[in-house]
């Protein structure tokens, strides 16, 4: 079986052009029709965003009978954080913190997929880490110590994703400590340019994996859209199941 995942930064459905613009960020979403599409930056009930419950409208506008929304940050009016849409059943979820101290709250929301079809199941991190490098390597630290991470089998397929915030690739250290591949570093490369997606310099979105995966392909989004949509372009990877 044949698995594609989306890491996105939606940057709140506001391009780059400041207008707030869900279809844009939707249609994005539909050229490359992931399975499992893990998002950061999504509103609810915000002023800035009409108020609007973007993961659910994404969801409904996108045909997503699974999602889950991982709340890390309220505002004056509504909160945002992670949200994680699915093809597949969600059958667990949970928020795990990651704020450090007085730093700004940030999250990873632990979502636990159901493939059916005798696959077993996929463990989906979606998270969205500070802007320090301290802070990120605590936070990674905070992370792969988890109660949630650490339920997780060595040969069950999981995936950690999102916005790393990590300029210089300091992470990828720690997470082949922990028994993951990348998707988006090949070797001694650097990762996939996302930010800003105008011009981008920086591979600040990443994917991770481990356990029963086999990666096909991954890349960036390269549609023209993509450039003005958000401040961040999506990455994808694709995977082969069961092997």
């Known amino acids: 079986m044949n698995l594609r995942v989306l890491s996105y930064n939606i940057h709140r459905a506001i391009g780059v052009d400041r207008r707030f613009r869900p279809d844009r960020i939707a249609r994005v979403i539909a050229h490359h029709d992931p399975d499992v599409a893990l998002l950061q930056e999504v509103d609810e009930g915000a002023p800035r965003s009409r108020e609007l419950d973007l993961a659910r409208e994404l969801a409904e506008e996108l045909g997503y009978p699974h999602v889950a929304v991982g709340h890390n940050v309220s505002l004056r009016k509504g909160r945002y954080g992670n949200a994680t849409l699915s093809r597949f059943p969600i059958v667990r979820e949970r928020n795990i913190d990651l704020s450090i101290r007085t730093r700004k709250r940030r999250g990873c929301q632990h979502t636990r997929i159901e493939l059916g079809a005798g696959l077993g199941v996929l463990d989906a991190f979606n998270l969205h880490l500070g802007l320090s490098a301290q802070e990120r390597r605590r936070q ?16 069950t397929p999981c995936l950690i994703g999102g916005d790393f915030n990590d300029w210089r690739s300091l992470l990828r250290r720690p997470m082949i400590g922990a028994g993951f591949a990348s998707a988006t570093e090949r070797g001694r490369s650097p990762a996939l340019r996302t ?18 995966l086999r990666l096909l392909a991954a890349r960036r989004c390269r549609l023209n859209l993509s450039r003005v949509a958000s401040d961040h372009l999506p990455i994808l990877a694709d995977f082969v199941l069961g092997e």
């Open 195 to 212: 930010y800003p997606s105008f011009s981008p310099q920086g591979g600040l979105d990443r994917i991770y994996y481990r356990g029963g």
């Open 140 to 155: 990674m630290g905070v992370l792969l110590r988890s109660k949630e991470m650490r339920r997780v089998a060595e040969r």
